[in-house]
């Protein structure tokens, strides 16, 4: 599955390019038309950020998707997520849920292509899939903040953050040597590239499982051998729900 990352790389380059262009436009039809098409993928790089939290037990807070700007009242599409608890989140929570408009949008732009170049439909469906297409382009670039706030979330445990890098890494190199995903009959691209990362959160949580095992059954054998009761570490055990309570010391952050 070397491929998708190649193509998240080549999203990403033009997802800049075409940002670049957005910027630069000054031509007032051509800019009315690029506004309208920015907007659209504001609206589902918010809603990527929202529906993956969602799914990874971290509590969402505000959606905002606004056309014109607070200040000046200007045209100039741009949203934001907001997350009450960060604290509680640990760095791969954080980081799904950061990039999840590059995934979200990577994987609808490939369904675009095969809408477009290999599905036999109407010619207007596939001038609107061209339309869609350019507008998850220009979401789908993770924003300076989306990138801060898996900083932050790293630095706050840094050992928890480096065991789940490790069992991330572990379950990719598993998936490479052994599964292969073409054994499987999908009609489009795309879903072998979804059933990839589908695969991929099995392996994560099976490893998980296997380590957090394994540390249970040393523990168990070295006391019942009458050693010295060694305990668990943190971060194998560590358990990262949010709970609804607010603690003033923690800092809130956005997408």
């Not at 990352?5 to 997802?15: A, D, K, Q």
């Not at 606004?66 to 934001?80: D, L, M, T, Y």
């Not at 991330?168 to 059933?195: K, N, R, T």
């Amino acid at each position: 599955m070397i491929e998708l990352y190649f193509w998240l790389f080549v999203m990403l380059g033009c997802s800049m390019i075409a940002q670049v262009f957005y910027r630069y436009a000054h031509t007032p039809g051509y800019k009315a038309v690029f506004n309208v098409i920015a907007f659209v993928g504001v609206f589902i790089h918010e809603t990527a950020h929202y529906t993956m939290a969602i799914l990874l037990g971290v509590k969402p807070g505000k959606f905002r998707v606004k056309f014109r700007s607070e200040i000046g009242g200007e045209v100039a599409p741009h949203g934001s997520i907001e997350n009450p608890e960060s604290e509680r989140n640990s760095v791969l929570q954080i980081f799904v849920v950061a990039f999840a408009p590059m995934l979200v949008s990577t994987f609808l732009f490939m369904f675009c292509l095969d809408l477009i170049f290999n599905i036999q439909t109407l010619l207007l469906v596939k001038v609107v899939a061209f339309v869609f297409a350019g507008s998850l382009l220009i979401g789908l670039e993770p924003s300076g903040q989306d990138v801060k706030v898996v900083g932050y979330s790293f630095k706050r445990d840094p050992r928890y953050s480096i065991y789940q890098i490790f069992l991330l890494v572990l379950s990719g190199a598993l998936i490479w040597m052994f599964v292969d995903l073409y054994i499987f009959v999908l009609p489009f691209e795309v879903l072998y590239y979804i059933a990839y990362f589908l695969i991929l959160t099995s392996f994560y949580f099976a490893l998980k499982g296997a380590f957090w095992i394994v540390g249970k059954s040393i523990k168990g054998i070295a006391k019942k051998m009458g050693k010295v009761q060694v305990a668990s570490p943190k971060f194998l055990t560590r358990k990262r729900r949010f709970k609804h309570v607010k603690d003033p010391n923690e800092r809130e952050v956005q997408w």
